[in-house]
């Protein structure tokens, strides 16, 4: 289903629409792998390492760590991504990685808004431990889906959308300690070493709750506050 929607957006009738779409996911995935290298290395157990980033999409972050002196690999389900890839000149392969035959041995096993559309999440993440390095590092970023600020529903089919309190469950479930965690831009990046922890609280009411209140949350805070972030930056600006 992923693979059509975006097969739909690359061969949209109007090229200049095409084009302006693509040029805008490339920005965000740039800074989306600045942002990465710049939380997830300093909490790696090494300072350069090898890096494997599963659901790579169009390569930004594998090419941030390898700029960053980490031997980074990326893995992508879409072979659409292959030639941007080679443009990048990050190595990757085609894939999907409960099923190809990777090696051990990473020091950083890392996943940004990709967990979303896997069929089996706790199997995915136990696919990850066992490539994970004992004392390596395990890196999730998903989005903030209880955000103030956004009243948006996802733009894909997805198979679960978690929150940060609902992942960090799974991740323990599935033999990790969730060592950091930090919400920024929209987003929620996790970071856990393989170990035992208690489980950590979940209340399946509470979040949904949060998701049926989203419209209500933003209208009376989000949007207002929004508005106000705006005029704020134009006065600094006009300043």
């Not at 030639?83 to 096993?109: K, N, Y």
Request: aromatic content about 8%; charged content about 20%.
């Amino acid at each position: 289903m992923l693979a059509r929607i975006w097969e739909a957006n690359r061969t949209r009738d109007d090229p200049a629409k095409a084009a302006a779409l693509w040029a805008e996911r490339r920005r965000i995935a740039r800074l989306g792998g600045e942002r990465a290298v710049a939380f997830y290395g300093p909490l790696a157990a090494v300072r350069t390492g090898r890096f494997l980033d599963i659901g790579c999409g169009l390569g930004s972050t594998v090419r941030a760590f390898a700029d960053a002196g980490w031997d980074a690999l990326g893995v992508d389900a879409d072979p659409a991504t292959k030639p941007v890839h080679e443009e990048f000149g990050i190595a990757s392969r085609i894939g999907q990685v409960e099923t190809l035959d990777l090696e051990g041995g990473w020091d950083i096993v890392h996943s940004a808004h990709a967990i979303y559309f896997v069929t089996d999440p706790m199997a995915f993440l136990a696919r990850a431990r066992s490539v994970l390095r004992p004392d390596g590092l395990l890196a999730i970023t998903i989005a903030d889906v209880m955000a103030w600020d956004d009243s948006t529903e996802p733009a894909y089919v997805h198979t679960f959308f978690p929150t940060g309190q609902s992942m960090a469950y799974a991740i323990t479930l599935a033999g990790f300690r969730v060592v950091a965690t930090r919400r920024a831009k929209g987003s929620i990046h996790i970071a856990a070493c393989i170990g035992a922890a208690p489980m950590p609280p979940v209340s399946p009411w509470m979040i949904r709750l949060g998701h049926v209140s989203r419209p209500l949350r933003y209208a009376l805070v989000g949007r207002p506050m929004t508005i106000l972030r705006r005029l704020a930056k134009k006065a600094i600006g006009r300043g």
